[in-house]
């Protein structure tokens, strides 16, 4: 059976739309069903100048055409100012391509950009996709971010940096690097992966003169975990551990907090990184870069991540279809 990818655009006043428009002038190895209103493709197409035809969920779109589930937003779409009335349609069109993956109607799901201050706005406390998608499918999952260069995954998400280093227990470490660990196996098909681990502290504590958090939390984890066969390095100096000669030999890396190792895969290569939530019992998988509400609108949207985004989703989903 050909692969089903839910695709959701995001804000719909951001690039989103935009980017969903040029995806859909190409051939993609599976079947792609946007979630969205369809007033607001239409209008995306329009600033690009570029053809759309919407067709049934139950179609096989051709270049040029996309399958659509309709959902109407409260309100009609003004590209570059991003509305708190539509903050639910946005909730409810992610929540129903999550759903309706674990219901077997798709095989993955692939999310465009949010704007986490309208949604809040809008009445709804919402602290990111991931997070939401782990409350609807009542998991632990693990934030990962990768290009062709590399794969960043994070101990902790969307945390202020004053919280961070009480986020940052055994019990938690440990939960995220076995999900980082199983889904490098069984999703990436790495046999024994080997995941640098990031310290908390500048020079990873520098032996507890910089922080003790190496000393009495990360070192006690990773021996704890080193004894049941992963293959685990560090803790590492981030400073030092994204050189090119230490990161060719790991298959991922840990970082504790969100900006320790984004700001570097990002620098690396941001027009091909995408976003993956790890532990779900579907694949997910998100651009890399916000509503960019500044240029909605303007037909000038590079829709590179979520055609990498669509590419990585399609090949998780057939990986796990064919275990």
Known sequence: ?????????????????????????????????????????????????????????????????????????????VFGVANPDNAQFVITSLLRAAQGCLDGEFHGMVTGPVNKATINAGGIAYTGTTELLAEHS??????????????VALATTHLSLRAVPDAITIVSLQKTLEILHRSLQLQFSIASPQIAVLGLNPHAGENGILGREEIEIIEPCLTRLREQGMNLIGPLPADTAFLPQKLSHFDAVLAM???????????????????????????????????????????????????????????????????
Request: charged letters at 15%.
């Open 257 to 323: 907090y969100h900006d320790q190792g984004l700001p570097v895969l990002k620098h690396s290569g941001f027009e091909h990184a995408v976003n993956i939530t790890l532990g779900l019992p579907y694949p997910r998988v998100a651009v890399d870069h916000g509503t960019a509400l500044e240029i909605a609108g303007k037909g000038i949207a590079d829709a590179s991540s979520l055609m990498a985004a669509v590419t990585q989703c399609s090949q998780l989903a057939n990986s796990r279809n064919s275990k």
């Open 1 to 77: 059976m050909h692969t089903r990818l839910a695709l959701v655009a995001g804000e719909p006043a951001g690039i989103g739309p935009e980017c969903c428009v040029r995806v859909a002038q190409t051939q993609h190895s599976a079947n792609l069903i946007a979630i969205a209103d369809p007033d607001t493709l239409y209008q995306a197409a329009e600033a690009l100048k570029l053809p759309l035809r919407l067709v049934a969920a139950t179609e096989s779109a051709n270049p040029g055409e996309l399958a659509i589930l309709p959902m109407k937003q409260k309100t009609t779409t």
């Open 138 to 151: 009542n998991c632990d999952v693990v934030m990962m971010l990768a290009n062709l260069k590399m794969r």
